[in-house]
């Protein structure tokens, strides 16, 4: 994901708004004649088309998809302090807060909170407060489970662990946890303790208190509390985001995406060996959209999201050019990070044989994950060095020694002359204005079949914030619609970026697929275009041609060889009524039931919100004619996706 948008994008989305908006006077479009034969397929649909995308940015895992409730668990430090963490003084108690870069319980986490306590008592108890992603999502009858790190000077304990609402002050759930008279050598110990709420109302204001009754010195790291998570999986994810996710129908998550994994420099990359195993041994690093990471969600993490989603991984590599231009010269000093990448597919892909498998299932996941595409690099076109075609043929000539079984992914096109070895698919990405969006759509019509296949692995219309509003929903409604009429070419595709958390101060890239905060989510138009698309969609590309549609007017036919159903994707977006004659070959003379799922909107600038989550939702309705032609008319800003039962309608006609 690059930072451009371009001056001329944004005049396009304002002219395009100022033209759809200003149409009442005009006269209705002319009717047009869409002929469709499902009978004759031109080409496949890839089985891969709609994926997910994600990176570290606008809070996507922590503060967002990850659970943790805990807002800088291991006690990151600025010149301001540990962000996040407050002192707790009550009744006259006094305590001092900092951070020790001297004492931490592992090797990676070496630092930690201090909270030196000069006086406390039963009633001033004295500590640390969190509060959490922009405020802690508490629900009704619910359990939470956390734990913490910590060693003390004197009889400081117990610690007592409380969530309390921010306005009353009313702790919401209690937990006492004692510390251990002794201690491992280094007088670091784990604590567990679990939180459970009665009939309290839902709400994200609410914070994390952690105090103590008596004087001493105690130190705190990697203080977590989560939530239930999707699929029970520990150290997991958030369960409405998932089932977000879930609702897309996508078939596989290009991880760990973007950005993040070059880095800003090449210390900053995904460092994948660092984000595996237990996570006290996780030193986090510092993600490229100006915040830490503490890699919670690390490479074990991302591969289980793939398993609860019951989809597979695109798997990127890093591959020796960090973001701010730092790049690893091919030969000698690339060969570490090309061993790195061995290394890595085999901690996915190898069984307990191998060493990686085995540490794989020393980290609790015996079985291999599934893979089949190996993506080298992210965005490389933007190395002014010009190294990548030789990096790329080093990291490939590696590859596919070791695993000739994978397709490998080259993020910008890699000529013969500049590498002996080819990529097997291309990495393009779009981003763009609606006006743009709609010139692009028969970009890959003529496109050559030969050579490498093309995945779409960064697309969207840009124009809403925080997330998209219907014109957006249009232009990547037909934006799909050409990937899949050129599904043969096109193999894979994900919108970036996925998620956003709405609070301000929260994001850093406008127009995102679904915005939440730390307690509710919602998703965009553009969400609901994505679910439609993908969740509609065939094997196979219809033969069709059309006659007489406005500019602005987009379709696509796909045929579900297994259930003998008809896609069609409509997508007026003009301010004008289409009129379409449908003429579908072979349905004869009998009666036929479509179902129908509309999307639609009075204005480009309509959109659903955080506090108005349901403006704009899919609509299901039913269209009946009889023979192998009707009269239908699409409505003006709407996207309509229709499921004809061919078998049914054939057999009408017996």
């Given at each position: 994901m690059n930072t451009i948008f371009s001056l001329r994008s944004l005049v396009g989305a304002i002219w395009v708004g100022l033209a759809l908006g200003a149409g009442h006077a005009q006269q209705p479009a002319a009717s047009a004649t869409l002929t469709i034969d499902p009978s004759q397929i031109v080409n496949p649909v890839s089985p891969t088309l709609y994926g997910l995308m994600t990176e570290e940015i606008n809070h996507s895992y922590d503060g967002g998809l990850y659970a943790e409730m805990v807002r800088?668990?291991?006690?990151?430090?600025?010149?301001?302090?540990?962000?996040?963490?407050?002192?707790?003084?009550?009744?006259?108690?006094?305590?001092?807060?900092?951070?020790?870069r001297t004492t931490g319980p592992s090797a990676a986490l070496a630092e930690s909170l201090r909270v030196k306590v000069e006086s406390a008592g039963e009633s001033g108890a004295v500590g640390v407060a969190n509060s959490g992603w922009w405020g802690m999502a508490v629900r009704p009858r619910t359990t939470y489970h956390g734990s913490f790190y910590a060693k003390s000077e004197g009889e400081i304990g117990p610690v007592s662990v409380k969530l309390i609402n921010d306005n009353t002050g009313a702790v919401i759930a209690k937990a006492e946890v004692p510390l251990r008279g002794s201690?491992?050598?280094?007088?670091?110990?784990?604590?567990?303790?679990?939180?459970?709420?009665?009939d309290v109302t839902p709400s994200t204001r609410?914070?994390?208190?952690?105090?103590?009754?008596?004087?001493?010195?105690?130190?705190?790291?990697?203080?977590?509390?989560?939530?239930?998570?999707?699929?029970?999986?520990?150290?997991?994810?958030?369960?409405?985001?998932?089932?977000?996710?879930?609702?897309?129908?996508?078939?596989?998550?290009?991880?760990?995406?973007?950005?993040?994994?070059?880095?800003d420099r090449i210390a900053d990359r995904f460092d994948w060996k660092k984000t595996i195993g237990p996570l006290v041994d996780r030193p986090g690093h510092q993600a490229p959209w100006s915040y830490w990471s503490t890699d919670g969600l690390g490479l074990l993490e991302f591969l289980e999201w793939c398993e609860d989603l019951k989809i597979e991984p695109v798997l990127a590599v890093y591959a020796g050019y960090s973001l701010h231009g730092e790049h690893v010269t091919p030969g000698k000093d690339l060969e570490p990070y090309v061993q790195d990448a061995l290394d890595e597919v085999q901690y996915v892909t190898g069984d307990t044989s191998t060493k990686w498998g085995a540490e794989r299932a020393?980290?609790?996941?015996?079985?291999?994950?599934?893979?089949?595409?190996?993506?080298?690099?992210?965005?490389?076109?933007?190395?002014?060095?010009?190294?990548?075609?030789?990096?790329?043929?080093q990291f490939a000539e590696a590859l596919h020694k070791e695993y000739p079984q994978y397709k490998l992914i080259a993020t910008t096109p890699v000529t013969e002359t500049e590498a002996a070895?080819?990529?097997?698919?291309?990495?393009?990405?779009?981003?763009?204005?609606?006006?743009?969006?709609?010139?692009?759509?028969?970009?890959?019509?003529?496109?050559?079949?030969?050579?490498?296949?093309?995945?779409?692995?960064e697309w969207a219309t840009r124009s809403g914030t925080p997330t998209p509003n219907f014109g957006d929903a249009l232009g990547d409604a037909a934006w799909m619609a050409s990937m899949e009429r050129n599904s043969d070419l096109i193999v894979m595709a994900s919108y970036a970026p996925l998620l956003v958390n709405v609070n301000p101060g929260a994001m850093q890239w406008a127009t995102d697929l679904i915005g939440y905060d730390a307690l509710n989510s919602y998703g965009s138009p553009s969400y609901y275009a994505q679910c439609l698309f993908s969740a509609h969609l065939g094997d196979g590309t219809a033969k069709t041609s059309?006659?007489?549609?406005?500019?602005?007017?987009?379709?696509?036919?796909?045929?579900?060889?297994?259930?003998?159903?008809?896609?069609?994707?409509?997508?007026?977006?003009?301010?004008?009524?289409?009129?379409?004659?449908?003429?579908?070959?072979?349905?004869?003379?009998?009666?036929?039931?479509?179902?129908?799922?509309?999307?639609?909107?009075?204005?480009?600038?309509a959109t659903n919100s955080i506090t108005n989550p349901d403006a704009i939702r899919p609509v299901v309705s039913t269209l009946r004619f009889s023979g192998a032609e009707t009269q239908h008319t699409v409505a003006p800003l709407t996207i309509e996706v229709i499921d004809l039962p061919l078998k049914l309608s054939i057999e009408a006609t017996r």
């Open positions: 800088n668990r291991t006690m990151h430090g600025s010149w301001s302090g540990p962000e996040g963490w407050t002192v707790v003084q009550h009744g006259g108690s006094a305590a001092a807060l900092e951070v020790d201690s491992p050598a280094n007088g670091w110990s784990r604590y567990e303790y679990t939180l459970s709420t009665g609410n914070h994390l208190e952690l105090t103590v009754s008596r004087p001493g010195t105690l130190w705190l790291q990697l203080v977590s509390l989560f939530p239930p998570t999707y699929d029970n999986t520990p150290n997991g994810n958030r369960i409405d985001l998932m089932e977000r996710l879930a609702a897309m129908h996508p078939h596989f998550l290009r991880l760990p995406g973007g950005n993040y994994l070059e880095g020393k980290d609790g996941h015996p079985a291999p994950f599934p893979l089949h595409y190996i993506e080298i690099g992210n965005e490389d076109q933007f190395d002014k060095s010009g190294s990548y075609p030789a990096r790329f043929a070895a080819q990529p097997d698919v291309i990495d393009d990405h779009y981003y763009k204005s609606p006006a743009d969006m709609f010139a692009l759509v028969h970009h890959y019509d003529d496109a050559p079949r030969t050579g490498p296949k093309v995945f779409v692995g059309v006659n007489g549609a406005g500019p602005r007017f987009f379709y696509s036919a796909t045929v579900s060889s297994d259930t003998h159903t008809l896609h069609l994707k409509l997508v007026n977006a003009s301010n004008l009524p289409q009129p379409l004659n449908l003429s579908i070959n072979g349905l004869g003379t009998g009666r036929h039931t479509a179902e129908v799922n509309t999307l639609h909107a009075a204005t480009f600038e």
